[in-house]
């Protein structure tokens, strides 16, 4: 994890970047989306991936608003089951 970075948002809205491929961002201590990249030498494809565990309105909120400052519309980001997310940590 040598190129982890952490950046607080808002409060309990935390966004980890844990290489060049992965952000996932952190609603409270839940990590709840991600933003994923490929690289095929001349193109970078993003892809942003969101919970479908429903936690709360605010954590539902804090998805969305991080989603829009990535200039991506809540209903183009694929939902994934809540333990893609936990898995993503644990393969770091």
């Known amino acids: 994890m040598e190129n982890l970075k952490l950046k607080s948002i808002a409060k309990n809205q935390t966004e980890v970047t844990l290489n060049e491929?992965?952000?996932v961002f952190f609603s409270y201590e839940t990590?709840?989306?991600?933003?994923l990249s490929t690289h095929d030498g001349w193109h970078t494809c993003l892809r942003f991936v969101k919970t479908s565990k429903k936690w709360s309105p605010t954590t539902t909120r804090h998805i969305n608003k991080w989603l829009e400052s990535k200039g991506i519309e809540k209903h183009r980001a694929k939902e994934l089951e809540?333990?893609?997310f936990n898995n993503l940590l644990e393969e770091c």
């Open 21 to 23: 491929e992965t952000t």
């Open 31 to 35: 990590p709840v989306a991600a933003m």
């Open 82 to 84: 809540q333990d893609f």
